[in-house]
């Protein structure tokens, strides 16, 4: 069986800063091996997290090859990646293309993560779009295991990475900004 992403989303009603109950649709992206899973899931969540009473309106099944959460960065951003390969049979170039969620502060950021996350695949491949998201939170499944599914610890699937971009400070040029070889 295989796990898939699901993005849940979530009527349920809230206290405003002002103490006024507010309705809020939110949504959530967690890992699941089907739909039975995902609903089990996201409503274990929302008692863990206090969200009561609370309607499940919408569970979707995302395209998601893989969640990269970094410390800094609490945007959601997905990200399409063309993929291109050689089909050395028939002599010609393939391309696939592949959907990654990726925290990060702006389109700008998310491109630079993204950009320094696929240099390392070996593989030619082209960043079409980015999108910003309106995801609340994402809860792999290895998050379960604690009593809380935000908990700062994260496993594979979901990278866990320090710093604004990973790189070493002293590998970026201070004024430029430039990643230095």
């Known amino acids: 069986m295989t796990k898939h992403w699901f993005t849940c989303k979530v009527k349920y009603v809230r206290h405003d800063s002002e103490g006024a109950e507010v309705k809020a649709t939110e949504s959530f992206v967690l ?9 089990t899931r996201m ?13 499940i309106i919408q569970i979707t099944k995302s395209p998601l090859s893989e969640v ?7 945007k959601w ?15 010609v170039e393939k391309e696939l293309n592949q959907f990654i969620l990726l925290s990060a502060n702006d389109v700008r950021d998310a491109y630079d993560k993204v950009s320094m996350h696929m240099s390392k695949v070996g593989i030619g491949f082209v960043i079409p ?17 604690g009593s809380n599914p935000l908990a700062s610890t994260v496993q594979t699937p979901v990278h866990h990475m320090e710093g604004e971009t990973g790189i070493a400070e002293d590998a970026v040029d201070a004024e430029t900004g430039e990643v230095l070889a």
């Open 31 to 39: 890992d699941a091996y089907n739909y039975t899973e995902a609903e």
């Open 68 to 74: 990269i959460r970094f410390e800094d960065a609490d």
């Open 77 to 91: 951003f997905k990200i399409k990646i063309a993929l291109t390969s050689m089909d050395e049979e028939k002599g």
């Open 129 to 145: 779009s980015i999108a910003f998201q309106k995801i609340t939170e994402v809860f792999p499944l290895e998050e379960q295991g």
């Open 43 to 55: 409503t274990e969540i929302c008692e863990q997290e206090g969200i009561r009473p609370f309607e």
